[in-house]
């Protein structure tokens, strides 16, 4: 069974099975709005989500960049235009070929000042190189920063592939004696990259 064909299925049993059903909720309230999107979303990704925030010039090049912030990277990964990479994640035939990657690098279509997430389109065959990788680059427009994520629901757009995420920050817990260890599920430290 394809999967669309399993996701069909799953809904219309759940929908075969509803016993009550309720109005949706008023979403006509009054939406967070900040002064400027753009110092919110790097006040927000530098404190609550942990990340690091690279505001670049017309004359910054992005591989120095990149370079300069992972100075010890041995294995860079990226299928993004102009980024020079060690790894197409195109041209792997397994997720686990990916595995060993320092960096990888990413763009993003839209971010949201409200969490400081980044929405992230699968564009790469191999999608697990936004989350095995021990560091994360994501390149976004400061012209694609809007408010909150009412705003960025309606701005995004589902890739061919069907999937995305929104992505802000290092991965991290404190499920274990309250201590807080980054890098737990995913990669260990986020740089974002403001063109």
């Not at 408010?147 to 890739?159: D, G, L, T, V």
């Given at each position: ?65 990149i370079r300069n912030a992972y100075p010890h ?23 686990q070929d990916l595995d ?96």
């Amino acid at each position: 069974m394809n999967s669309q064909k399993t996701k069909d299925f799953i809904l219309s049993n759940l929908r075969r099975n509803v016993r009550e059903t309720y109005d949706k909720p008023d979403l006509s309230f009054a939406k967070l709005e900040y002064p400027d999107p753009v110092a919110a979303f790097i006040q927000t990704a530098t404190t609550a989500a942990g990340a690091h925030v690279v505001e670049m010039n017309e004359s910054d090049d992005i591989n120095d960049l990149i370079r300069n912030a992972y100075p010890h990277a041995k294995t860079i990964a990226s299928n993004v235009p102009g980024i020079k990479a060690d790894i197409n994640p195109d041209d792997v035939d397994r997720p686990q070929d990916l595995d060993g990657t320092d960096v990888s690098v990413v763009e993003g279509t839209v971010g949201c000042a409200e969490n400081a997430c980044i929405w992230v389109p699968q564009t790469m065959k191999q999608r697990a190189v936004c989350f095995i990788c021990e560091y994360l680059v994501i390149i976004v427009d400061r012209k694609n920063i809007v408010n909150n994520m009412h705003e960025a629901y309606s701005r995004i757009e589902m890739p061919e592939k069907g999937f995305g995420a929104f992505i802000s920050g290092p991965s991290k817990t404190a499920d274990i004696e309250q201590a807080l260890v980054y890098g737990a599920q995913s990669f260990c430290g986020v740089t974002i990259i403001l063109r």
